[in-house]
C-alpha cells in the first residue's frame, strides 16, 4: 500500500521557476526522505529529514516537515531542464527489528526552457 | 564505487513462465531490497534482507514470488508462474544499514513485461 501522496501529481514550469512539492502520510513515521527518479539514473536519494527536524537545506532543495499534519513539502530553486524527473517521498517506519521505506505515488516534474 | 548492479535489463515473457531476477548489492551493504514498480506508481516493498537473513517479506506473493540472498551478497528474485499484472519494473536497492535510517541505493531495475 502507499503510504505517502504527492500533490500535485505533475507539474509543469519554466527554467528558473521554483518548484514545489507536497507530501501526506498517515502513521507516524521515524525519518521522510524524498528521491528523484529519470530514466536515465534511476532512483536516487536526495534527502532525509528526521522527524524531530523541521526543515532541512540541500544546495537547490528545501524540505520540511510538519507531523502534526503528517505532511511534507520540497522545493526545487532555480529549476534547470535537467530537474525534469518523477519526484517521491518514502516515510521510514520501524517496527521492531524491522525499518522499511513506503513511497507514494509522486509528482511528475517538467522543467521547459 | 561501483552501483547496485541488476540484470537482466529487460525481460518479455508470456504468462504461466517463470523468470529469474539477479541483483549485486554495493560492497558492504548488509541491507538489500526488493521493489515492485508498477507503471505511474511509487516503488512497493516486497522483501528485505538483512545479511542473509529476511526481516520483511509481508508484501511478497509468496505463491509466485520468491527471493533468496546467498552469503549475504548476491540476491536473486524468482516469479513462478507469472500473471500479466507481474508486469512491472523490479528494482533492487543496498543500504549500509537496516532499515529506513538510511539512504538506500537503487539499481537501474529490470522491466518485466508478461503477455
Known amino acids: 500500500s502507499q503510504q505517502g501522496e504527492e500533490d500535485p501529481q505533475a507539474l509543469s514550469i519554466q527554467e528558473g521557476e521554483n518548484a514545489t512539492m507536497n507530501c501526506s502520510y498517515k502513521?507516524?513515521?521515524?525519518?521522510l526522505q524524498w528521491y528523484r527518479q529519470n530514466s536515465g539514473r534511476g532512483l536516487v536519494h536526495l534527502i532525509l529529514?528526521?522527524?524531530?527536524?523541521r526543515e532541512k537545506h540541500s544546495g537547490r532543495l528545501r524540505v520540511t516537515l510538519d507531523t502534526s499534519k503528517k505532511s511534507s513539502s520540497l522545493l526545487i530553486t532555480a529549476s534547470r531542464a535537467a530537474d525534469t524527473a518523477s519526484y517521491f517521498c518514502?516515510?521510514?517506519?520501524?517496527?521492531?527489528?524491522?525499518?522499511?521505506?513506503?513511497f507514494g505515488t509522486g509528482t511528475r516534474l517538467q522543467v521547459t526552457l | 564505487e561501483a552501483g547496485v548492479a541488476q540484470s537482466p535489463r529487460y525481460k518479455i515473457i508470456e504468462k504461466r513462465q517463470s523468470v529469474a531476477f539477479w541483483c549485486n548489492p554495493i560492497s558492504g551493504h548488509a541491507t538489500l531490497y526488493w521493489y515492485q514498480q508498477i507503471l505511474g506508481q511509487g516503488p512497493k516493498l516486497l522483501i528485505q534482507?538483512?545479511?542473509?537473513?529476511?526481516?520483511?517479506d509481508s508484501q511478497l506473493p509468496k505463491d509466485r514470488f520468491s527471493a533468496e540472498r546467498l552469503k549475504g551478497v548476491d540476491s536473486t528474485l524468482k516469479i513462478q508462474p507469472a500473471k500479466l499484472e507481474d508486469s512491472a519494473v523490479y528494482l533492487c536497492a543496498s543500504s549500509s544499514s537496516g532499515g529506513g535510517s538510511y539512504e538506500q541505493y537503487f539499481g537501474p531495475g529490470t522491466r518485466l513485461t508478461v503477455t
Open positions: 518514502a516515510t521510514a517506519q520501524h517496527t521492531g527489528t524491522a525499518s522499511k521505506l513506503t
Open positions: 502513521t507516524s513515521i521515524n525519518n
Open positions: 529529514i528526521r522527524s524531530n527536524e
Open positions: 534482507f538483512q545479511n542473509n537473513g529476511v526481516v520483511d
